[in-house]
């Protein structure tokens, strides 16, 4: 069995900074009030490279419409790396003011983007009070949850009111892990098997399952003798290569439990950087007969939900068989971000898919954009196509992040979490009997 251990909070010092109004957010990296952020700038001209085409290329692009398309692969000046920070976004984005200029057209498709990432980075360092993250309750059986957008879904959850995009878009940063996973369980879900719901049949025998066992009848049990019934076991979502998402408040995971108020829930986080931001709780707990994967398990934050934290590759705990057996009523993988199609991550992924197929149970996967989530369906559709059933189609997802983040290694691009989502399963055979 894993160790228990609750985790507590601890308090530390705020960093002393002056405190900054809505008006007052925008400053150059490189000079802002935050020490934090005045790092990054430091990180960024360390390691992020000019984008201009009189460059040559320092990798091979990632797909077309990549700046680094726009270099030669042999000829023209060395690569150098980005020193001049826009005036307008206040990001380093190029060498020199002269490449800038030079390129300002190019510049000019992303720079009210990144002038937005930096107020929101720095709106999260303003000091300010953040309405924006307190989070309700329980939801009320007889009120159902509207899955239309991120407004009609904060409404019926009786969220406060969010009056800014600016709130909003922090809101919904942390949110959209959740709420991602929910959208698609959900029975009030919006994608459905009408015309452009994107669920196909095959999605639909899948999710019902699960369904049956979300959505419980309301009628059998009771306070008396008579109306004793046996509790079902947890619903268990698989997070496989979990990184940011382990670290997310537990009272933002909460919020899938209150989405189905009648059912228990076990996340497990899955990856070798799962505990990634969670340097509080090391060292991890050691290996034993007992707790072989030296598991992290915290059930005490709330009575419907318990996480469970292992620091390994899903194909090593599938192999062990500590999670069989796998029920279709009870069982979903998620995949946030994963990069199955990558070329740096690709290898990772190719011992676990076929096992991933092998369990017969949903797999919901997740892009920063709308190319990454292509490439990765693409990927698994060569590797494993004809063995498996495409349950969601890919596209965009309704409850993407509406906050933009930037690569520190590459100012050019730039993503949200969980932009688009697709879902797919192991092929199910059925036995069809041939009249002689």
């Not at 309700?136 to 949850?145: D, N």
Request: with cysteine.
């Amino acid at each position: 069995m894993p160790i228990i251990r609750k985790i507590g909070r601890e308090s530390y010092p705020a960093e002393s900074r002056p405190l900054l109004k809505p008006n007052n957010l925008f400053h150059k990296l490189s000079n802002s009030p935050s020490v934090e952020l005045r790092k990054r700038a430091a990180f960024i001209k360390q390691h992020a490279y000019c984008p201009h085409p009189d460059h040559h290329q320092t990798r091979a692009p990632f797909h077309p419409d990549d700046p680094e398309a726009r270099k030669p692969q042999q000829g023209g000046i060395a690569p150098a790396h980005v020193r001049f920070e826009c005036p307008d976004c206040g990001i380093p984005v190029y060498c020199s003011e002269e490449h800038w200029v030079d390129d300002f057209e190019s510049h000019i498709e992303i720079c009210e983007t990144l002038r937005e990432i930096n107020e929101d980075d720095h709106d999260l360092r303003s000091g300010r009070f953040f309405p924006e993250f307190q989070y309700p309750m329980e939801q009320m059986e007889e009120a159902l949850i509207n899955m239309t957008n991120w407004d009609t879904f904060l409404y019926s959850r009786e969220f406060e009111a969010i009056n800014e995009e600016r709130s909003l878009r922090q809101a919904t940063r942390l949110l959209t892990y959740p709420v991602t996973i929910g959208s698609f369980l959900h029975e009030l879900s919006p994608y459905n098997i009408r015309k452009g719901g994107r669920l196909t049949p095959e999605g639909l025998k899948s999710l019902s399952a699960l369904r049956y066992t979300l959505h419980p009848p309301k009628t059998g049990a009771g306070i008396d003798m008579k109306g004793l019934r046996p509790n079902p076991p947890p619903v268990r979502i698989f997070v496989l290569g979990a990184r940011a998402e382990s670290s997310l408040p537990r009272e933002v995971w909460v919020q899938l439990a209150h989405m189905f108020p009648n059912v228990n829930f076990h996340v497990i986080m899955i990856g070798p950087e799962s505990m990634a931001n969670r340097d509080d709780e090391f060292p991890l707990p050691e290996r034993t007969a007992r707790n072989p994967f030296g598991a992290i398990m915290e059930d005490r934050f709330h009575y419907q939900m318990k996480i469970s934290t292992f620091v390994e590759y899903y194909h090593t705990l599938h192999k062990s068989g500590i999670f069989k057996p796998y029920d279709p009523y009870f069982d979903c993988f998620v995949l946030f971000h994963p990069g199955l199609g990558h070329p740096a991550s690709a290898h990772e992924w190719e011992e676990t898919l076929p096992l991933l197929l092998e369990t017969k149970v949903p797999v919901l996967v997740t892009g920063y954009t709308e190319y990454d989530m292509e490439r990765d369906r693409r990927w698994t559709y060569d590797k494993v196509g004809g063995e498996m059933d495409l349950l969601l189609e890919p596209g965009e997802n309704r409850f993407r992040s509406l906050r933009w983040d930037v690569n520190d290694l590459d100012p050019q691009d730039i993503t949200c979490g969980n932009w688009g989502m697709w879902a797919f399963r192991g092929k199910r055979y059925e036995t069809t009997m041939k009249e002689s």
